[in-house]
Structures are given as C-alpha cells and as structure tokens.
Nanobody, 120 residues
Framework: QVQLVESGGGLVQPGGSLRLSCAGS????????MSWYRQAPGKERELVAV????????NYADSVKGRFTISRDNAKNTVYLRMNSLKPEDTAVYYC?????????????WGQGTQVTVSS
C-alpha cells in the first residue's frame, strides 16, 4: 500500500530549527513531485514548499522563503524540510504530499501529518 510517513515534529523555541522527514513507500518515489503543506488552527491548509521529481527546482511560500529548505533523497525515498529561524506563526500540523500528472488526471498522496509547535 502507498504510505507517506512524516517525522521530526515537536516543540521548539522561537528562532530555533527543526528538520522534518517524510518517507514514501508503495509507489515510484522519483516520479512524483513532493511538497510540504501546513495547517494552523483556524486556518486553511497552505502550500509551504515543493520540489520537482528529480530535485531540480524548488518553490516556497513567501512566508518561509529564506528560512525553510526542501530537499529530497530519491535513493532513500525521502523528502525533507529544514526549518530555520522558526516563528510562533509557523506552528501547525505539517503534511507531506506526493503529486504526479498521469495523462489528463493527477495522482496525489498525503501523509498523516506531524505537529510543529514554536513557543517559548
């Protein structure tokens, strides 16, 4: 079965750093663009970062540019999100997403999420 399993969340102080990991299985990982989304209490889920299937290009939400870095290791079927200079407004559940266009339709998978709390 297809699985995306996030890890690395937790409690961190403002200004601190954290690295999230997402391990995929049950599909050809290198064929999929990978993204990180987050959802804060009372807010809609938002796209944080995306990386193309071979890791050649990345995009970030304006709110995290310069602070977050998405990367992937296709040999390990894993995508990462390095988060630096964390702010309380970064507090959210962070979700891993895999996405691929197949003909005229899309195939997408979601992880279960990992909680990130930024607080002193």
């Amino acid at each position: 079965q297809v699985q995306l399993v996030e890890s690395g969340g937790g409690l961190v102080q403002p200004g601190g750093s954290l690295r999230l990991s997402c391990a995929g299985s049950g599909f050809t990982f290198s064929n999929y663009a990978m993204s990180w989304y987050r959802q804060a209490p009372g807010k809609e889920r938002e796209l944080v970062a995306v990386i193309t299937s071979l890791g050649g290009r990345t995009n970030y939400a304006d709110s995290v540019k310069g602070r977050f870095t998405i990367s992937r290791d296709n040999a390990k079927n894993t995508v990462y999100l390095r988060m630096n200079s964390l702010k309380p407004e970064d507090t959210a559940v962070y979700y891993c997403n895999a996405d691929r266009v197949v003909l005229v339709s899309r195939v997408t998978y979601w992880g279960q999420g990992t909680q990130v709390t930024v607080s002193s």
